[in-house]
């Protein structure tokens, strides 16, 4: 039996359309942006400039910063710029721009010869330039380097999917399973951890049942069946779920033992480690209700978003929302020049005639954010003091602890911004402990 | 580059749950009307008289503050015609006209816009309005009642409650078990909302189905009075059927604004709840408790909130106030 956990909502799932369906290749665009920083951490340096013929997975971008990860290019081409672009996040951000010559000739990938050490293991992963998959992007190299002193003793693999809509890591599992459980298996070599586990949500069934197949008679390794709550697939809701461990506020998992990767994440370790090839492309999904055909897609990192919605079919009505990421923690879009990049799991479409923007009322305390928090906070008190720019009180509250999964916001029937309260006092209080420090 | 498009750019999350205040209200009010339609039917119109002004004053009121004060009407919301409906629901059938006016204005003007309208008001707007006609029109809101077991045309008898307590001392005959059907059922004896218990209960399972109220407050508030029944040798399914404990229960001590947001806290709001109804029951004067128990209670909700708030995830002990 799954458990069921006293915070979180179930979201309707809205994955239907695409779960069912293979990965497709997405076709070459006519340009390819790649951003120097798609990753947290320090941006990387260009390597090439304008004029320069690049070749797939050759490196664009580095620097010798621990906490980042290299950039690669994508296509063959010429680089037609390195300039400032729009980026997801609103901000411009340094990017290669390079056209496609359509001949896709590659660089040499080569995986670790001989024995694999840890050291081998976190070399190939940094050159491959990993991060996080699932869209915080965090450089992988760093997560599989625990500092001195701090064991790892269970590794979970994050194949939850929370986000309504998004299926590419469903896809991923059923596709890729091997290499799924190859990848596990190298992070539990790298980090010496003895447990293993894969954590699936109760609505893929499918999925979980080809690993359960897999994973037959391993003592080390076991799937977590998890219940279809959101959010399950936030890291220390997870850890919480399947190893009934609470990372301390303000810590890592890794002060509780655990690691955890996302299921793409893992195959990418794998296809790095065993191939040495570099993360130039990416699985996601495109859907919602203002796109004609949706579909899972493997794309080259670079691609306008624009192309992939061509890809689709094109806008279904007249376009009124675009989301990179999912629909609880994705940002809504300006232009869809902006390309897809590392974090990418997902653009989700919505016609103007969905699109509502709607005057929000008083809280009317009515405590439904509250007993969905998963960190257990009073959503509606930090709410109302940043109301009123109490920022010392939604410190008292704790507003740091807040994950920003959006649940406060999605559950509230006075319709309150509350992610944008949390989002704006975290703001202010990092910015203040700056100034202090 | 593509045609720039006209797209809508707002914070995550980008769904919503469907559930709205107004659709909240709606339900409270729809779950409500068995009982009000059934008081129309056994008091007659004059009791449709009483729910239309108490409903009219009280949007009236709120609508004409809200325009003095220059904010935006919020009556759409249909929080002030929930209040006026309530109110009516716990006023005697045979009140004067001017009853339901006065006390609908009290309700919002007091009860609720002085303290800045819908979300900050500490006291159950309703209740608030009927304590204030208790206290300054004490014979009209207490005689006005029909005799529970007599024919509908009779007037001015005790209400059950004062029976019992008169019983108590030896006053008065008093035999709780004939009660049981007329409560249950068609209780010509009581306040509108107490006409029948059946029809509450109705519009009782829609909220809890819909998930609109939670099971804690008012388990907790009717399973204390029925405890405390055993304790203080009174009939306690007639304790719980009575004096409008069960409209009390489920759809004034579940006032999200006046009552606490933990669950803990609606425990212990619960339980103090029924506490300090049997209490006023058996031990005071006043012959029937819930109006002033959850009053009393609504003005520690703010307390109970606060020390009853859930410990976070990853700290270890209850919500200190750290940097405060
Ligand atoms: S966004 Fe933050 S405050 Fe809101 S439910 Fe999620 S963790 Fe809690
Ligand atoms: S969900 Fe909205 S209305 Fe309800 S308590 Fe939270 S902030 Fe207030």
Redesign the pocket.
């Known amino acids: 039996m799954v458990k069921i956990a006293r915070w979180g909502t179930y979201l309707p799932e809205t994955k239907e359309k695409t779960s069912g369906r293979l990965i497709e290749d997405a076709s070459l665009p006519s340009e390819v942006v790649i951003p120097l920083c798609q990753h947290i951490g320090a941006p990387c340096d260009p390597l090439v400039e304008k004029g320069d013929r690049v070749l797939i997975g050759q490196k664009i971008g580095d620097t010798e910063a621990f906490c980042s990860a290299p950039i690669h290019a994508s296509v063959s081409g010429e680089v037609i710029g390195v300039e400032p672009r729009p980026h997801f996040t609103g901000d411009c951000l340094l990017s290669v721009v390079i056209a496609p010559d359509g001949k896709q000739e590659s660089v040499e990938f080569a995986g670790v010869s001989g024995k694999l050490t840890p050291q081998k293991v976190r070399c190939a992963v940094r050159e491959a330039g990993l991060v996080g998959l699932g869209g915080a992007a965090f450089p992988t190299h760093v997560k599989l380097c625990p500092p001195e002193g701090k064991s790892i003793d269970s590794v979970i693999i994050n194949g939850c999917e929370c986000e309504p809509f998004i299926t590419c890591d469903h896809r991923n599992m059923l596709e890729k399973t091997d290499l799924l459980l190859d990848g596990l298996r190298i992070i539990m070599a790298t980090v010496e951890a003895e447990k293993g586990y894969i954590g699936i949500k109760m609505n893929k069934l499918d999925a979980i049942r080809k690993v359960e197949e897999l994973v037959a008679g391993e003592e080390n390794v076991k799937v977590a069946r998890l219940d279809t709550k959101y959010?399950h697939g936030a890291e220390k809701q997870l850890i919480k779920a399947i190893l009934e461990r609470e990372v301390p506020s303000g810590g890592l998992p890794m002060d509780v033992g655990a690691l955890v990767h996302n299921a793409g994440t893992t195959i990418a370790i794998s296809e790095a480690v065993r191939e040495g090839k570099p993360l130039t492309e990416r699985v996601l999904t495109v859907t919602g209700p203002g796109v004609k055909n949706p579909k899972n897609l493997r794309v080259k990192i670079g691609t306008p978003i624009g192309h992939l919605i061509e890809e689709c079919g094109g806008f279904e009505g007249e376009p009124g929302k675009v989301i990179m990421g999912g629909p609880m923690t994705g940002f809504a879009q300006f232009s869809i020049d902006v390309p897809v990049v590392k974090g990418t799991s997902g653009v989700i479409l919505f016609p103007r005639d969905q699109v509502k923007i709607t005057p929000h009322d008083p809280c009317f305390r009515c405590g439904r954010?509250i007993r969905?928090?998963?960190?257990f906070?009073i959503?509606n008190f930090?709410g109302l003091y940043v109301e009123r720019d109490m920022i010392d009180k939604a410190e008292a509250y704790s507003?740091m602890?807040?994950?920003?999964?959006?649940?406060?916001?999605y559950v509230c029937p006075a319709r309150r911004p509350?992610?944008q309260y949390?989002k704006y006092a975290k703001g202010k209080i990092m910015a203040r402990r700056k100034k202090i420090s | 580059m593509s045609e720039p498009l006209e797209l809508v750019v707002s914070a995550p999350p980008h769904i919503r749950a469907k559930e709205t205040v107004s659709g909240i209200i709606g339900w409270v009010i729809l779950a409500l009307l068995p009982v009000t339609l059934m008081s129309v039917y056994v008091f007659g119109l004059y009791a449709a008289k009483i729910i239309i002004l108490s409903v009219g004053t009280t949007v009236l009121t709120e609508a004409a503050i809200q325009r003095l004060r220059k904010i935006p009407i919020t009556i759409g919301d249909g929080s002030a015609a929930l209040t006026g409906l309530l109110l009516a629901l716990i006023l005697p059938p045979k009140v004067p006209w001017w009853i339901p006016v006065i006390g609908g204005f009290v309700a919002i003007a007091l009860g609720k816009q002085v303290f800045g309208g819908l979300g900050y008001n500490v006291f159950n707007p309703a209740l608030v309005g009927r304590a204030v006609l208790m206290v300054s029109w004490a014979e009209l809101m207490a005689q006005s009642w029909l005799s529970p077991l007599g024919r509908l045309d009779a007037v001015s008898t005790a209400t059950p409650l004062a029976l019992m307590k008169q019983a108590r001392v030896g006053l008065a005959q008093f035999h709780s078990a004939y009660y049981y059907k007329p409560l249950l059922f068609t209780n010509p004896g009581g306040c509108l909302g107490e006409v029948s218990a059946l029809l509450l209960l109705v519009g009782v399972t829609i909220l809890l189905y819909k998930r609109i109220i939670e099971w804690r407050i008012p388990a907790s508030f009717l399973g204390t009075v029925f405890v405390l029944s055993l304790f203080t040798k009174t009939d306690p399914l007639f304790q719980v059927l009575a004096g409008g404990l069960l409209l009390g229960a489920f759809f004034m001590a579940t006032d999200y604004v006046t009552s606490p947001m933990t669950s803990r806290g609606a425990l212990i709001f619960g339980t103090g709840c029924g506490f300090i109804t049997v209490l006023l029951r058996c031990f005071s004067n006043v012959s029937e408790g819930v109006t002033y128990a959850i009053l009393f209670m609504n003005a520690l909700t703010p307390l109970i909130d606060r020390y009853t708030m859930p410990r976070i995830y990853g700290k270890g002990k209850r919500r200190e106030k750290s940097s405060s």
């Open positions: 959010p954010c969905a928090c998963p960190v906070l959503p930090i507003v602890d807040c994950i920003e999964c959006g649940l406060c916001g509350m992610v949390m």
